[in-house]
């Protein structure tokens, strides 16, 4: 049995959800058709396919293994393609995950314009304000907000932004802005999940040298949006990403503090594992974002 035929086979007859359409497709007999899928069947020791006389379908395990075969052959095409040095047209899907704030706000807009030229491509995404093992997990692309991972991750620089603390005027005026770093201690300060150590703010003073001091506070969250939006409405202090706190700063909702005291700024990096190898779609993707986010963003600027 030829095995990516008959995953071949297979794939076609989930999509046009039957083997005489899928047989026509390919240019066999419908019994051939039948058959690379039975013998297909017997190799994984499993059913893939409910079969009545009116309609098939996908058992749970052949849902699995349908959803890894469409990505085997998407792959498999693009690599035939660039041995014989053809041109490779990017298609199947990018398994993607990003931070719930800058996946809504920045990469969607990306993600639109690159499916406009590039309609063979898919996406599925994964928005999680916490670090996904990309290899574990099987996603073919990160974006990350700070460090870039392991020493098996391939990192490429999109920009920086840099950490902004911010109240309401409400709150400053009912309980006066932090003069120093020092003085976080006695406000009401907002602290995020995915901050190592948690509960320290890290600051850099005008000498350059820097400095952490503990925090804490009437709220503590997973997500940077809802801590944003309960400061905008003035009950504490918040320390998040420019690119979050910016339209809420530039609306008048929160005042930036301690400007003088600024951290050193955060990378923003588009990650993928060393180890799996770098398809046409994740290649060409990863090289618009570089373009597009080139010097068009200031993520700096709250």
Known sequence: M??????????QVVELGSFSKAAAQLGISATAASRQVADLETLLQTRLLNRTTRRISLTESGRAFFERSVQLLADLDEA?????????VPRGTVKLTCAV??????LAPAIAAFLSSHREVRFDVSLADRIVDLVEEGFDLGIRVGGAGSEHIVARKLGETRL???ASPGYLAAHGAPQSPDDLGRHNCFTYEYVTPKGVWRFRDPSGSERAVRVSGSLHSNNGDLLAEVAAGGAGIVFEPAFIVGPEVRAGRLVPLLQEYAPAPVPIYAVYPSRKHLSAKVRLFVDFLVARFADSQDWAAP
């Open 2 to 11: 030829d095995r990516f035929e008959a995953i071949r086979v297979f794939s």
């Open 101 to 106: 704030n800058f996946g809504v706000r920045h």
């Open 80 to 88: 035939e393609q660039e041995a014989s040095r053809a041109a490779v």
């Open 164 to 166: 902004v603390p911010c």
